[in-house]
Nanobody, 121 residues
């Protein structure tokens, strides 16, 4: 059983930064997704189990960085230059079966409980 626990959300002004953390019990492909009120959950970023490969949604490319520390079983999402449209609940997720990074949420079997990120204008 894979357990995921996110932390690090909060309220920040536009242009600011936040770092989200996801404590994971297994070394799998990990992804971050987000869901804004009234919208579908969308892909943000993914990282391979080794950390050598990453994949980003166009909307966050150049602003967000996904990384992991396998010694701590933790995946991070560094979010810089935040915009009000980044406001959402952010979820980390684990893909236990694939070896290729994907933004398809159906590929991720395990999900955390989510952490709220609010960006004020």
């Amino acid at each position: 059983q894979v357990q995921l626990v996110e932390s690090g959300g909060g309220l920040v002004q536009a242009g600011g930064s936040l770092r989200l953390s996801c404590a994971a019990t297994s070394r799998l492909i990990m992804g971050w997704f987000r869901q804004a009120p009234g919208k579908e959950r969308e892909f943000v970023a993914a990282i391979s189990w080794s950390g050598s490969s990453t994949y980003y949604a166009d909307s966050v490319k150049g602003r967000f960085t996904i990384s992991r520390d396998n010694a701590k079983n933790t995946v991070y999402l560094q979010m810089n230059s935040l915009k009000p449209e980044d406001t959402a609940v952010y979820y980390c997720a684990a893909d236990a079966h694939r070896t290729v990074l994907t933004g398809d949420l159906k590929a991720y079997e395990y999900w955390g409980q989510g952490t709220q990120v609010t960006v004020s204008s």
